[in-house]
């Protein structure tokens, strides 16, 4: 298989020395304590989901320090952090709201008053390590960032190896532990993390912390500057899941041991990494970073203006093939996620058909005469008594075939069924899906799955029947343009939804054109096609089939065309931008 599942993006620079394995990267930080002044203080910013007590350890063994500051000395309790985060984190199983809360808010006020006063000078070499080490000093001489994915972070959290930002709850399970990542500790980080990243003088890439790599600060900087002057992509996250599917499997050239794989995390800059190959060296870091440094020429003057440091296009695999149908779920209208849980947009979507099996469906709107008094009453039999569901009753069901565009405007009930593969395009990289159904499956814990029948009650657009949804939603395609050798059809999204997606047929080359906004594409038939700056601005770029990547506003003007074993044939690629006017 051609599936690239490591995408890199090459750095044309003379780079500075990339220290590799823990023997280098001590050597290089016991270089720079001893070539610095007399009194010198190193910072170590961590994020969440970094191995703490290993850095702690090697602190102590290796490296040639007087002093070692270990920021979690000076936190707040765990139980005035737990009450501090508790209106962020709710009792709810799966929501909470994003907190408002800096890092500098998790400290003991009397503390630092009584650390800063007995280290006003700091004497010898001194390393402050740890979640707001920068917070501690005004002027730091050398600060390294500690960084990592947050796909790896999950897994760890799985694994119960890690703590959240000031508890000790390793064995409180993923669930638990990933909610209060999502809605506090990853924000209260972020917000650090963009004050720091046009100052940290190193990088230190912990996603392997068997080999960790650490990079010049300006490196690093140089590398996101290279980056939106091309097209690349991020390296996808293959997970599991209860319905998961086995498409996946052998179109990526996945593990054949692991039962499924249901999601791929493509294009989510949240959750996936960029790779920087430096020569021989490839350094990973989160490519949320590059939102946060390049945040303008990335997505656009109109798009930043709208979202700000947010990248708001989602693509994502979904993966039912031999596996079992999609929760049944809706998402919220704008101004309930804006009333309920402060967020400024919701998660529309839709469903575009990779591939399907003969006899797939999804589930999309209402019946019609669908009687909502009594549809709720039989999904509350269903959680509460165990009672199964039948949701054919009163969710309208539309055989699909590859190629077909279905649109997922918030307020619309939905699900894919069986024997489908889902590219999934999204407008938001949030977690609000409010599940009404789960056929009476447990989640990969052995678990109940969450149901959210409460806040599903209050969005459902009961209106979205049979005809309805037939006439906006379903394969709204439409020609609008054509040349020789290629034509572009409209396929959505919905008039609600502020995403644009059009799908490109073409076995010539075709001219496209940023408009000033962020793309993000995939290759959807055909085996290869190759992108092309028109005046040689970026090197030629290739993608296989089903791959995503994303092409800068910075970008401008790109061709596509038929590559390799794809020359000659009509191949196909969707795009998807933000509709800026």
């Not at 999601?263 to 800059?269: D, Q, R």
């Not at 990779?354 to 999309?364: C, F």
């Amino acid at each position: 298989m051609s599936f690239n599942k490591f995408p890199f993006i090459e750095i044309d620079s003379d780079p500075k020395d990339v220290s590799v394995g823990w023997t280098a990267v001590t050597k290089r930080i016991n270089n720079l304590l001893s070539t610095s002044k007399s009194n010198s203080i190193l910072v170590m910013e961590c994020y969440q989901g970094i191995y703490n007590d290993k850095l702690l350890e090697w602190v102590k063994s290796e490296l040639s320090i007087d002093n070692l500051i270990n920021t979690s000395d000076l936190m707040k309790s765990e139980e005035e952090i737990r009450k501090l985060t508790q209106q962020d984190v709710t009792d709810d199983r799966i929501f909470g709201f994003l907190t408002r809360l800096e890092v500098i808010d998790f400290f003991d006020h009397s503390k630092l008053k009584k650390f800063k006063k007995e280290n006003a000078f700091f004497k010898g070499k001194t390393i402050i390590l740890g979640y707001g080490a920068s917070l501690l000093v005004d002027n730091p001489d050398i600060i390294v960032y500690a960084d990592m994915a947050r796909w790896e972070i999950q897994q760890r959290m799985r694994r119960n190896e890690v703590n959240n930002l000031g508890i000790n709850n390793k064995t409180e399970g993923f669930e638990v532990k990933y909610k209060r990542g999502f809605f506090v500790d990853w924000r209260a980080l972020d917000r650090l993390k963009r004050k720091l990243i046009h100052k940290w003088d190193f990088v230190l890439d912990t996603n392997d912390h068997s080999n960790p790599k650490l990079v010049d600060g300006d490196l690093i900087s140089d590398a996101l500057k290279q980056a939106v002057e091309r097209p690349f992509s991020l390296m996808p996250f293959f997970d599991p899941g209860p319905w998961g599917g086995q498409w996946m499997k052998e179109v990526c050239d996945l593990d054949k041991d692991v039962d499924n794989f249901a999601w791929c995390f493509n294009c989510v800059p949240e959750e996936n990494s960029l790779l920087f190959k430096f020569n021989d060296t490839k350094v990973e870091i989160p490519s949320i970073n590059l939102v946060f440094y390049q945040p303008v020429k990335l997505l656009g003057d109109a798009v930043h203006a709208r979202f700000g440091d947010e990248f708001p296009i989602r693509f994502d695999f979904l993966d039912t093939m031999d596996g079992g149908n999609l929760s049944l779920q809706v998402h919220p209208l704008t101004e309930y996620i804006q009333e309920k849980f402060g967020i400024h947009y919701t998660q529309d979507e839709s469903y575009y058909m990779m591939d399907a099996k003969p006899g797939a469906k999804v589930y999309l709107g209402l019946k019609e005469g669908v009687n909502p008094k009594q549809m709720m009453e039989e999904l509350d039999a269903a959680q509460q008594e165990n009672i199964y569901f039948d949701a054919d009753k009163h969710v309208q069901t539309w055989k699909v075939k590859k190629h077909d565009h279905v649109l997922i405007p918030g307020g619309t009930v939905h699900c894919s069924g069986i024997d489908s593969m889902v590219l999934e395009i999204s407008s938001t990289p949030y977690i609000f899906t409010f599940k009404l159904w789960d056929w009476g499956r447990v989640g990969l814990d052995g678990k109940p799955r969450p149901i959210n029948l409460k806040h599903g009650e209050n969005v459902i657009q009961w209106d979205r029947t049979t005809e309805w949804t037939k006439e906006n939603l379903v394969n709204r395609i439409e020609k609008i343009n054509e040349g020789d050798g290629w034509y572009e059809e409209k396929t959505g999204l919905h008039e609600r939804e502020f995403i644009e997606t059009r799908r490109f047929w073409f076995s010539k080359i075709t001219d496209h054109k940023t408009n000033g906004g962020v793309h993000v594409l995939n290759l959807v038939e055909g085996d290869e096609a190759i992108v092309e700056s028109p005046d040689d601005t970026f090197k030629p770029f290739i993608i296989h089939y089903a791959e995503t990547f994303i092409v800068p506003a910075n970008v401008g003007k790109y061709t596509i065309s038929p590559y390799g074993k794809s020359e000659g044939k009509l191949i196909g690629i969707i795009k998807a931008y933000v509709r800026i006017n």
